[in-house]
């Protein structure tokens, strides 16, 4: 019997003891966690980036070419010599780190929280200052 799959985090789990796929399974999670956990992207509108860094983050933005064809609004990252792709869920939030903007998904497609919140400013300049002082730690 295979693992079951969890419907909300699309993680693995439950594998029946001695199963084969185990270590396929549990390194697939590992990615997604990583992926989901660091939430901060690089951009939401660039294509295929010529020279990306191992680890950085974009959101495939729509009607993507070449490696990121057929992936639009999934969370991309590279990972040294590939692609590794996240589908994303209604609700996740993503915070772009060149942009300072904040995207929500909204289950088909990512939303600038700045389009469409009158009470944006504040929240940012906020979010903007805790962000900072995190990352002088």
Same mark, same amino acid.
């Given at each position: 019997m295979p693992a079951k799959l969890d419907p909300i985090s699309q993680l693995n789990y439950g594998w029946p003891k001695g199963e084969n796929d185990w270590a396929?399974?549990?390194?697939?999670?590992?990615?997604?966690i990583g992926v989901l956990l660091q939430n901060g992207i690089k951009s939401h509108t660039t294509q295929v980036p010529a020279?990306?860094?191992?680890?950085?983050?974009?959101? /495939?933005?729509?009607? =993507? !070419?070449?490696?990121?064809?057929?992936k639009d609004g999934q969370i991309a990252t590279w990972e040294a010599a590939t692609w590794f792709f996240v589908v994303p869920r209604n609700g996740l939030i993503m915070y772009n780190?060149?942009?300072?903007?904040?995207?929500?998904?909204?289950?088909?497609?990512? /939303?600038?929280?700045? =389009? !469409?919140d009158p009470t944006y400013a504040a929240f940012k300049a906020a979010y903007d200052a805790f962000v900072t002082s995190v990352l002088q730690w």
């Open positions: 396929t399974g549990m390194d697939e999670n590992l990615r997604r020279s990306p860094a191992v680890g950085d983050l974009y959101i /495939v933005p729509p009607s =993507a !070419t070449g490696l990121w064809a057929g780190t060149t942009t300072k903007d904040i995207l929500v998904y909204n289950g088909s497609t990512w /939303v600038s929280v700045v =389009a !469409t």
